[in-house]
Nanobody, 123 residues
Framework: QVQLVESGGGSVQAGGSLRLSCAAS????????MGWFRQAPGKEREGVAV???????FYADAVKGRFTIAKEYNKNTLYLEMYSLKPEDTAMYYC?????????????????WGQGTRVTVSP
């Protein structure tokens, strides 16, 4: 079992920055898939940034060059650094984990989720 707790959301003006944190209940092994997802009102959830089990990183086109995902192993924490925020980044942001992808030899299939943290970007 992996428990995830997000924090760091808030309200900022366009062009501002925020850092989201996701604290995990256990050690974040390098083989874990870890990711950030978001869901805006009336829209489907979308992937924002993912660290795959092989260490490769995926960013959604909408956030490339503005967002950075990173893990801090000694704090069992996943971060999402967000810069140059835009109103369209407004959403609930969720942290997710898949501890089994590498062990089972498959792609990421996120089965552990946090409760979310809200980000609001005003024009």
């Amino acid at each position: 079992q992996v428990q995830l707790v997000e924090s760091g959301g808030g309200s900022v003006q366009a062009g501002g920055s925020l850092r989201l944190s996701c604290a995990a209940s256990g050690y974040l092994y390098s083989s874990y898939c870890m990711g950030w997802f978001r869901q805006a009102p009336g829209k489907e959830r979308e992937g924002v940034a993912v660290i795959n089990s092989d260490g490769s990183i995926f960013y959604a086109d909408a956030v490339k060059g503005r967002f950075t995902i990173a893990k801090e192993y000694n704090k069992n924490t996943l971060y999402l650094e967000m810069y140059s925020l835009k109103p369209e980044d407004t959403a609930m942001y969720y942290c997710a984990a898949d501890p089994d992808a590498y062990r089972l030899g498959r792609g990421c299939d996120f089965n552990y989720w946090g409760q979310g943290t809200r980000v609001t970007v005003s024009p």
